[in-house]
């Protein structure tokens, strides 16, 4: 059974950083993309990173470019954000998801979701 | 950025409705769109992919199609466990992106 566990999450003040970390087991990790999406109170789904199977590529959001760094260790099945310069629009729930393609191999999707860890910025 | 509108935000139905929900994106992307339910609490659930394939496990209720760059979800006879909300997610070019998602009430 494929499982994605976030951790993490907390209360952290404007300018401070955090770590989130994403467990994963049931599948062989390093066979996929990985990928972070936020979720604000109330809000819609955002798309934050994603980091290519052997970790030389990544992407991000230009919300969160230059502050925040996706990274894994395929060693220990386990997918990172390191997340510096929080504000309070950075306050939401962080899902990790992996990244999937359809049978041709050409249309991707995110086909797992971890629970999901909540992030709030506040003094 | 590509955008993602999605179309109703909200509509209310009766158990054994046929419902439709409609994305549109501001260019073309081909069959590179997703649907995903989520319920209150909950995390996202894959429920279509590359526009009309059916993710395994989910029910055959669910459809999707694509006729330019509009997409639609049908749920054919709709269920109580299916009142939440529905979101679709283009994975055609950096950075994905969501629409902003159509709750699904109790009517």
């Known amino acids: 059974e494929v499982q994605l566990v976030e951790s993490g999450g907390g209360l952290v003040q404007p300018g401070g950083s955090l770590r989130l970390s994403c467990a994963d087991s049931?599948?062989?990790?390093?066979?996929?993309?990985m990928h972070w999406v936020r979720q604000a109170p109330g809000k819609g789904l955002v798309w934050v990173s994603r980091i290519h199977k052997n970790g030389d590529r990544t992407n991000y959001a230009d919300s969160v470019k230059g502050r925040f760094t996706i990274s894994r260790d395929n060693a220990k099945n386990t997918l990172y954000l390191q997340m510096n310069s929080l504000s309070a629009e950075d306050t939401a729930v962080y899902y990790c998801?992996?990244?999937?393609?359809?049978?041709?191999?050409?249309?991707?999707?995110?086909?797992?979701w971890g629970q999901g860890t909540l992030v709030t910025v506040s003094s | 950025d590509i955008q993602m509108t999605q179309s109703p935000p909200s509509l209310s139905a009766s158990v054994g409705d046929r419902v439709t929900i409609t994305c549109r994106a501001s260019?073309?992307?081909?069959?590179?769109l997703n649907w995903y339910q989520q319920k209150p609490g909950r995390a996202p659930n894959l429920l279509i992919y590359?526009?009309?394939s059916l993710q395994s496990g989910v029910p055959s209720r669910f459809s999707g199609s694509a006729s330019g760059a509009d997409f639609t979800l049908t749920i054919s006879s709709l269920q109580p466990e299916d009142f939440a909300t529905y979101y679709c997610?283009?994975?055609?070019?950096?950075?994905?992106?969501f629409g902003q998602g159509t709750k699904v009430e109790i009517k």
């Open positions: 590359a526009a009309s």
């Open positions: 997610q283009q994975s055609y070019s950096i950075p994905w992106t």
């Open positions: 049931g599948f062989t990790f390093s066979n996929y993309w």
């Open positions: 998801a992996r990244g999937n393609y359809d049978s041709s191999g050409t249309y991707g999707n995110l086909d797992f």
């Open positions: 260019q073309s992307i081909s069959s590179f």
